[in-house]
Structures are given as structure tokens and as C-alpha cells.
T-cell receptor, first 113, second 111 residues
């Protein structure tokens, strides 16, 4: 139990395009999901907290107009990186709050050319 | 601001050795401490420790929470090469469920 999926697992896009990443809790409902970013050899950096049916809460320094989050159902949250630039290249990981802990998706490797 | 410090930052051992990883924290209204293992992809959940559950064990892995010392240890006995990974410690506090992560301990188990 407590499986979280992410799609796509990796994406390469051109600068200026937008990329949508999906996060799904497969066998449980999650009112709260989290989006993280991880740079090589660094720990996870929380970007935002996504609450089902309401606006996301962004961490300081994270641009909400650039990283659009939608949590439309109890099993799905999406992160859209708008007008992506090379500096947005990173490993994006979502997690869903289950009954015991936060469970992480497998991550999405974004490369912006 | 919540803070988690892990030590050592990296560790190299031989198969069969026992290792102890450390985690200390400062958090407002402590709720829980979690251990995760991260290999090439995203972290996988190992343990959660709270005030009512200060010791957990699963196979060769065990963890203890010391609320007085604001710390936790993760023990791995009879290490195997498959234990090689980054081990992350995180805490939650207050009324939200945000995780504050430490920088992790990179464990390398050599055959």
C-alpha cells in the first residue's frame, strides 16, 4: 500500500515551453500533497504544499506564477512549470500524506534545453 | 526555523559491518521524526517515530528516538551492498505536515 506515481519520469523540453508533471496516490486518498525539488547531491527542497480543493501554499522564494499547482482530486496533483528555462532543470519529486507518513513518488527528471 | 542535522555526511563500510547514523533536530511543537532511504530515485519510507513510538525495528534496520536529547539513531546490522544509499532524516512539527529534511548520510557498503 501507499504507492505514489509520477508521470512523466523524465522530460526534455525547449526553453520557453511549459511542462506538466502529474502526481497520483494509487491506493489511498491524499488531501495533502507536497512538491519538492532536488539538485544533485543536495537534499530535498520543499516548493509547495498542495491541498485538495484549495490553493497551494508556496515556500518562500518559489514563484507561484511559474510553478502552477492544481490539486483537483484526492488522488491527483499536478505541477506545471511554465515558460521553462535551463535553470529550471532539476529532479522534481512529489509526496502524498498518507495515514502514517509522507510517501514519495519516483520523481521526474526535467531537462530544459 | 526547524532544523535537522545528520552525521556523518558520508560513511564507507564493508559488508557485514554494523553502522549507526545520527540525526539531531530542533523543531517547534515536535510531531514526528521519519527516516527515508534514497537510492537513485525518490526516497522510500523506512520508519516514523513519535512520542508514543520511540523505537522501531524492521529486519536488520532499527531506529530509536531520544526526545530528551532531541535526536534519533538509525542502526543497520550485517550491512549488505544493497544498503548503499543516502539515508534521510526528517521531522514534522506544529499543525502542518511539512517535512524538514537533513542533508542526509551517504552510506557506501563495499563487498
Amino acid at each position: 500500500g501507499a504507492v505514489v506515481s509520477q508521470h512523466p519520469s523524465r522530460v526534455i523540453c525547449k526553453s520557453g515551453t511549459s511542462v506538466k508533471i502529474e502526481c497520483r496516490s494509487l491506493d489511498f486518498q491524499a488531501t495533502t500533497m507536497f512538491w519538492y525539488r532536488q539538485f544533485p547531491k543536495k537534499s530535498l527542497m520543499l516548493m509547495a504544499t498542495s491541498n485538495e480543493g484549495s490553493k497551494a501554499t508556496y515556500e518562500q522564494g518559489v514563484e507561484k506564477d511559474k510553478f502552477l499547482i492544481n490539486h483537483a482530486s484526492l488522488t491527483l496533483s499536478t505541477l506545471t512549470v511554465t515558460s521553462a528555462h535551463p535553470e529550471d532543470s532539476s529532479f522534481y519529486i512529489c509526496s502524498a500524506r498518507g495515514d502514517i507518513a509522507q510517501y514519495f513518488g519516483p520523481g521526474t527528471r526535467l531537462t530544459v534545453l | 526555523e526547524d532544523k535537522v542535522v545528520q552525521s556523518p555526511l558520508s560513511l564507507v563500510v564493508h559488508e557485514g559491518d554494523t553502522v549507526t547514523l545520527n540525526c539531531s533536530y530542533e523543531v517547534t511543537n515536535f510531531r514526528s521524526l521519519l527516516w527515508y532511504k534514497q537510492e537513485k530515485k525518490a526516497p522510500t519510507f523506512l520508519f516514523m517515530l513519535t512520542s508514543s513510538g520511540i523505537e522501531k525495528k524492521s529486519g536488520r534496520l532499527s531506529s530509536i528516538l531520544d526526545k530528551k536529547e532531541l535526536s534519533s539513531i538509525l542502526n543497520i546490522t550485517a550491512t549488505q551492498t544493497g544498503d548503499s544509499a543516502i539515508y534521510l532524516c526528517a521531522v514534522t512539527g506544529g499543525s502542518n505536515y511539512k517535512l524538514t529534511f537533513g542533508k542526509g548520510t551517504l552510506l557506501t557498503v563495499n563487498p
